[in-house]
């Protein structure tokens, strides 16, 4: 077990939290302690009157529940929070008895969001920030800058904006700056990938249901609009957003009122669009997928992420910083980057941008054997990625498509093992392939 330090405000992780859940709540201005129930020589952590406990439960629950069980000794009025998981939820019962003393239980591991609500809501003073905002949104290139420069101005304009930008751009991240410096800074932030939901829970999900509205339907369930009130809806991959979901977001926008599926009454709700895509919704809307009356609602004001690609200067300060934020918890020889590593992250033309850095400087962090990252623990080399720094546009995309061909070949044309070499989705690579008239078929 992690020592933590004795005073300000911690979370202690009962078990063992993923790489993201860990590094989420750091990034979220968490200091974390993980009490992992395997260990025999494990101690309770000391934490000081401020803590909270996340009780992962989806493994070695019995055990998770004696640690908190320690905790609460030491910690009589700390908040809990339980973790479990749909697919294995809790049936022993000496577990399940301690289940209605947490303060909420989260479906966990994909709902971090979740997560971080529950967190936001536990009284005090809230998570003390890494980053003010919007300089969470690290960099100091020239686009970085005049991004930061919109989001100050669109913040006080009660108006929709979407925020267009390729994979791993940081759409969502850039939402969440505006929704901060923004006067609803103190009401919910609901991001909701449109992208992930069924067809057929869309609806439910933003709009809510009565009771009996549909089969399954056992009771009421209130959407993310209306439990939003007062805050912002963020809407990403607005794009896949079915026709009838889209109609209905428009009514929102006009006229500020939702009606849940098998009501008919219209409830006035006050909350602020945020809408993301990373397709062209203009094409979207010439090929009959999108509303245009709704595009042109949610276009009003606009943001462009940069892909990393044209941030000059930003790939050094963003590895830094990731890696810095990774050795907050872990204790990795890594402290910088050699200089060939920071020459191969320049010339890399980042399909997967903020994200993909962030995912290779961790696994190279953690591989490391010596102080200075090299090119090879970032599984980056030297002269795939070189490129002409003035005519840095068609060198990175050719840079892009070499190394996306590179990796094809590699993963000898399996689209799933390419995507986990890149660090991208599959979606992402199918998204390349398409970009630069790569035909799949003729190459293999
Ligand atoms: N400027 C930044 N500083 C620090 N971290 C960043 C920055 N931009 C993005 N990130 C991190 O990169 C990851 C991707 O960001 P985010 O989810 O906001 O991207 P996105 O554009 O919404 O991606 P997608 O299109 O896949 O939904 C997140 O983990 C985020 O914390
Ligand atoms: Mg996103």
Not at 101 to 110: C, K, L, Q, R
């Amino acid at each position: 077990m992690s020592r933590g330090e004795s005073t300000g405000r911690c979370v202690v992780w009962v078990g063992r939290p993923s790489v993201e859940e860990h590094f989420g709540l750091i990034r979220a201005g968490w200091r974390t302690v993980v009490a992992d129930p395997a260990r025999q020589d494990a101690e309770l952590p000391e934490c000081g009157d401020a803590t909270i406990a996340v009780v992962d439960l989806r493994a070695s629950a019995q055990a998770a529940v004696r640690i908190l069980a320690g905790l609460r000794e030491s910690h009589p009025d700390m908040t809990w929070i339980g973790l479990t998981s749909v697919r294995t939820p809790v049936r022993d019962p000496s577990v399940r008895h301690v289940l209605p003393h947490a303060f909420e239980i989260v479906d966990g591991p994909s709902s971090f969001s979740a997560l971080r609500r529950a967190l936001a809501r536990v009284p005090g003073d809230g998570p003390t920030r890494i980053d003010d905002q919007p300089s969470m949104l690290t960099g100091t290139s020239p686009a970085i800058r005049a991004l930061s420069q919109n989001i100050r101005k669109f913040a006080p304009v009660e108006l929709p904006l979407l925020i267009t930008g390729e994979t791993g751009t940081g759409k969502e991240m850039a939402a969440r700056a505006l929704h901060q410096i923004s006067s609803r800074s103190d009401r919910p932030f609901a991001a909701i990938n449109c992208g992930a939901l069924p067809a057929n829970l869309v609806q439910s999900e933003l709009f809510g249901h009565e009771r009996g509205a549909f089969t399954g339907a056992t009771a009421r369930r209130i959407g993310h609009f209306e439990s939003a009130d007062g805050g912002i809806v963020f809407l990403d991959e607005i794009g896949d957003l079915p026709l009838d979901a889209q109609t209905n977001l428009l009514r929102v926008l006009q006229e500020g009122t939702i009606e849940r599926i098998g009501s008919c009454q219209s409830i006035k709700v006050d909350v602020r669009v945020l809408a993301a895509t990373h397709v062209d919704l203009e094409k979207a809307v010439a090929q009959g997928r999108f509303r245009e009356d709704l595009f042109y609602r949610l276009n009003v004001l606009r943001l462009r992420m940069p892909p990393l690609r044209e941030r000059q200067g930003d790939i050094e300060l963003l590895a830094q910083h990731f890696l810095d934020t990774f050795r907050e918890s872990y204790g990795t020889r890594a402290r910088a980057f050699s200089a060939n590593a920071r020459k191969a992250m320049n010339a890399f033309a980042w399909p997967g941008n903020v994200r993909e850095l962030m995912n290779r400087v961790q696994r190279a962090a953690v591989i490391a054997e010596d102080a200075l990252i090299t090119p090879e623990d970032l599984e980056l080399s030297l002269d795939a990625t070189a490129g002409d720094r003035d005519s840095l546009g068609s060198a990175r995309t050719s840079a892009e498509r070499e190394a996306i061909v590179d990796c094809l070949r590699a993963s000898a044309f399996n689209i799933s093992e390419c995507a986990r070499r890149l660090r991208v989705s599959r979606v992402t690579v199918y998204r390349l392939c398409k970009k630069h008239q790569l035909a799949l078929d003729q190459l293999r």
